[in-house]
């Protein structure tokens, strides 16, 4: 079974246009984040929820919104999507107090033309 | 501002060679330090990870060594594996602050 997995795996769309990454995992984690991994590798925390309450909020432009239903889910919403949002989205999540042990999801490689 | 910085981006190393990737630090703040390999198309994954009261951590082939007085650590990989080829980050975390940090990574390469 995989502990952190999101859905798409790949995902190509034209600008201006709305799109949601969805993540859930199974290990019983009460907090969760998402990363955007840029083309040179470098690793970028957006967001972090611990049991459905936003704690960490980095700049990221509004068009992104996190949404969790859920302690096991956290999507990723972005609208009007713009070239610079072109990236690897990662999801990860890790036990409260933990934050140092995260669990990552596979990736889902956004590609704006 | 990068807080944690590494080097060097990219490495090559002969099978059997050592692999060593540094990273400085600035925040005296910080007290936990792991290290994530990550292969690819795949997540970041905790490799090994040390605290800034001992100086040194060995598991396996990998082994973590500490300077707290220089701000700096390293990763270095005895007997390095084509296996072993991927992105390496070295990251830092204030528990108080509770962000996890990343450096900008290290893309190793060995080679057969």
């Known amino acids: 079974d995989t502990a952190v997995s999101q859905t798409p795996k790949y995902l190509v769309t034209q600008m201006g246009n709305d799109k949601s990454i969805k993540c859930e995992q199974n290990l019983g984690h009460d907090t969760m984040y998402w990363y955007k991994q840029d083309s040179k590798k470098f690793l970028k925390i957006m967001f972090s929820?611990?049991?459905?309450?936003?704690?960490i909020n980095e700049t990221v432009p509004n068009r992104f919104s996190p949404k969790s239903p859920d302690k096991a889910h956290l999507n990723l919403h972005i609208n009007s999507l713009e070239l610079g949002d072109s990236a690897v989205y990662f999801c990860?999540?890790?036990?409260?107090?933990?934050?140092?042990?995260?669990?990552f999801g596979s990736g889902t490689q956004l590609s704006v033309l | 501002q990068q807080q944690v910085k590494q080097s060097p981006q990219s490495l090559i190393v002969q099978k059997g060679g050592i692999s060593i990737i540094n990273c400085a630090y600035e925040n005296t703040a910080f007290d936990y330090f792991p290290w994530y390999q990550q292969f690819p198309g795949k997540g970041p994954a905790l490799l090994i990870a040390?605290?800034?009261?001992?100086s040194e951590k060995k598991e396996g082939r990998f082994t973590i060594s500490f300077n707290k007085s220089a701000k700096q650590f390293s990763l270095h990989i005895m007997d390095s594996q084509p296996g072993d080829s991927a992105t390496y980050f070295c990251a830092a975390i204030e528990h108080a602050g509770n962000m996890l940090t990343f450096g900008g990574g290290t893309r190793l390469m060995v080679k057969p």
């Open positions: 040390i605290r800034p009261d001992v």
């Open positions: 929820y611990n049991n459905k309450e936003l704690i």
């Open positions: 990860a999540s890790s036990h409260q107090g933990l934050n140092e042990k995260l669990f």
